[in-house]
């Protein structure tokens, strides 16, 4: 079994507040891990640290078994919380840029991002300027973004903040396809019918990793019928 991201005993402060107290979190390959937790609790700032845009102030993270390199981020696709699109660019010319800075080139390069932006039902819209878009088709194309050059690792902070249920559905249905092909996934979210559909599952409650299992599990485990009801026990307002 290899481990696609490995963070051991993470420690990050911003001035004085602490944000991670000793964090350790080990993603297993080919599974689809939720990070979960209250506004604040850290989880942007973990992701952020296990995929080295922000430096922990102790601790060790590793890639693919190693300490993190380029060849290692080319392997990570990466979903931030905020979208970082080109607003005066279409939405195909915004694939391009993405998949352009991840080597694809050509024929490969077209095909890939027509693939990809079917994937996210963006299809019809390629042409659009990125101007246009509603939230919910930025947060759509960044994923799309994110899958462009095929990674073996995704980290997504929120993919599915302010999209409808049913695209909410659609874009699970391509997590679980990706995760077929034996990609691992790293995702945040609030949304608790989503927890359930993750493999594992991490509490985060400021700054620490309270819990850690499958929802199965830590439902079984604390004797609660929901994995939010886990961390109402952990916090003492229950059982
Ligand atoms: N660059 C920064 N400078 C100062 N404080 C920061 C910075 N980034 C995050 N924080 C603080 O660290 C804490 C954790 O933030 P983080 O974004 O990791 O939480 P989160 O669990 O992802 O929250 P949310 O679910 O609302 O996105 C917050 O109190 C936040 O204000």
Redesign the pocket.
Known sequence: MTYPVKGEHLHKK??K?I?LDDVSLTLREGEIYGLI????????????ILLGL?KADSGNVELFEQKPTLSAFRSLGYMA?SDALYNELSAYQNLEFFASIQGLRGKAKKQRILEVAKNVGLDQDLKKGVAQFSGGMRRRLSLAAALVHEPRLYLL??PTVGLDPLIRRDIWTLFHFLRSKGATIIV?T?VMDEVSQCDRVGL?SD?HLIAEGSPKELTEQYNVETVEDVFLVKEGAKG
């Open positions: 911003f001035k507040q944000v937790g209250p506004s604040g609790a850290g989880k942007t700032t973990l992701v952020k922000e919380q902070d929120e945040t609030h985060l700054g």
